[in-house]
């Protein structure tokens, strides 16, 4: 009852409006204000003004959407692409969120309607998220389209942005030497500007090229160089960005550390929302509690990351959340909610990326091959079945009800699986990833080499190496080559 009076009376309001000649001024002053409360914040601005800031505008997003749609019906481009760039902060902690993309594709085919600054912003922001999905050609020709509008201008800092998120997409496209170049050029110009948010960015950016090119005392280096910075600066949001990825490069070698800095990451998140931050923290940690077979805990924080997720609307942190949760799943051999949590990831991968990353997709379809053959075509194929007419939102009792079977809430000890005939318990205890990581040793690679096949560091090859020993209670090369030939592993 009471909302439909409301109806009623905006109704009544509405066309009352339009008979006085005056609607078109007053939506026009609506949009206006949303837009300039969207441009009220700048990145240099405290962490205060931005949780503030962040609220105001999940308050008042429908009348920010009101406000887009407004000047898309209009055509007013330049003003909804104001609006849109202005909301860049808000977009990147809601973890970039479906209604981003619809924005965007309103937004493309307009770009030369709209002043170069604000066009290039969108354009960064456009190649953050085509980097995500994969689409890393179209990301860098973003990238390359501002350094061309901006080259020489007096927006230096909008370029420096661009430069350096086009480094992280040149190294996955595997031109190392590119995006070196580009990372020493811009620290040595940027280094003394006091700019002290673009040169931590750069430093962190940097950190990824030398982690992939096996560089870590480097890589460790920039990272607590650039997180130092942030912390003295008194940007604690953004520090929780470092902290998270600190956490995850010292997890395979000091899970103690990694810990810490990745609760630090989540105490930081729950101040000053960052939905990415918090997941890739509730991964971490979930990552380090799996290896220490501490199995209730990581799908406790596999939980908090699962629902983290959901509620921002953000595929991207889900694919990775349920891939986490395969791994676990097949640790304490629950073979069903194993393939039902791969079978989701591998939705919301096709859902959400518009083409695989090219290694990403091999080594997804190899993994694929290798969890048929463990659990057996006939389950796999029901369950795959299945999981495939299920929704998210379906799904996640679903999990919850596994945990609870599989792990009780007092032991970390996992239960037998029902109904399903286990391999033999070494195996069963190996995950995906290190089954893949033995295939690729017993057929002779280095850790270099198995790191360059995979995208991953020999440094992280080197941890799982040592996981895989333990758990076969193996001590050589030789043993571990024995045993993969005696299991079918090659």
């Not at 940027?190 to 090229?209: E, F, K, P």
């Not at 091999?362 to 006939?378: K, N, P, S, W, Y």
Request: hydrophobic share 40%; aromatic share 10%; with cysteine.
């Amino acid at each position: 009852q009471y909302f439909i009076l409301l109806e009623t009376l905006r109704e009544f309001a509405t066309e009352h409006l339009q008979q006085s000649g005056n609607s078109d001024e007053l939506f026009a002053r609506h949009a206006h204000y949303y837009r300039e409360l969207a441009e009220s914040y700048r990145e240099e601005h405290s962490d205060e003004d931005f949780a503030k800031w962040f609220a105001d505008i999940a308050h008042a997003f429908s009348n920010i959407r009101a406000a887009f749609n407004l000047y898309r019906s209009t055509k007013q481009w330049e003003h909804a692409g104001r609006l849109f760039a202005a909301l860049q902060e808000y977009w990147l902690a809601r973890s970039l969120s479906g209604e981003t993309m619809l924005w965007l594709e309103d937004l493309t085919p307009r770009m030369q309607e709209i002043s170069i600054p604000i066009r290039c912003a969108i354009y960064n922001l456009a190649g953050y998220f085509l980097r995500d999905i994969g689409n890393i050609t179209a990301a860098i020709a973003n990238y390359r389209e501002v350094e061309r509008l901006l080259t020489g201008t007096e927006y230096t800092k909008l370029l420096d942005a661009a430069k350096s998120s086009m480094g992280i997409c040149l190294v996955l496209a595997g031109d190392f030497s590119t995006a070196e170049a580009t990372y020493e050029e811009l620290l040595s110009r940027i280094q003394d500007s006091g700019d002290i948010i673009s040169i931590a960015r750069t430093m962190l950016h940097y950190s990824y090229i030398c982690g992939r090119t096996n560089r870590d005392d480097m890589a460790a280096t920039l990272l607590e160089q650039s997180t130092e910075l942030l912390r003295k600066g008194g940007f604690q949001r953004r520090t929780a960005i470092n902290l998270a990825t600190l956490s995850d490069f010292y997890a395979p070698t000091d899970p103690h550390r990694a810990r810490a800095l990745a609760n630090e990451a989540l105490e930081i998140c729950d101040r000053f929302s960052n939905k990415p931050c918090e997941v890739r923290s509730l991964l971490v940690l979930a990552g380090i509690s799996l290896r220490e077979e501490l199995y209730a805990e990581a799908g406790q924080y596999l939980l908090r990351g699962l629902r983290v997720a959901r509620d921002a609307d953000s595929v991207r942190n889900l694919i990775p959340v349920m891939l986490n949760f395969t791994d676990l799943f097949q640790s304490i051999a629950a073979y069903e909610a194993t393939v039902m949590c791969f079978a989701c990831a591998n939705t919301l991968m096709q859902d959400f990326m518009t083409e695989y990353h090219t290694a990403f997709g091999m080594a997804h379809e190899e993994e694929t091959v290798e969890l048929r053959t463990m659990v057996g075509e006939a389950l796999f194929d029901r369950v795959w079945r299945q999981t495939k007419q299920l929704t998210m939102t379906q799904i996640e009792p679903l999990i919850e009800s596994a945990l609870n079977e599989y792990i009780p809430a007092t032991s970390t000890e996992a239960r037998a699986p029902a109904n399903v005939t286990a391999p033999p318990p070494a195996i069963a205890t190996l995950t995906i990833r290190e089954t893949e990581i033995l295939r690729l040793l017993a057929q002779g690679l280095s850790n270099k080499e198995i790191g360059e096949k995979l995208f991953i560091s020999e440094r992280t090859v080197h941890a799982h190496v040592r996981s895989i020993y333990s758990k076969l209670d193996i001590s050589s090369r030789s043993a571990a080559t024995r045993f993969a030939v005696e299991h079918g592993i090659i």
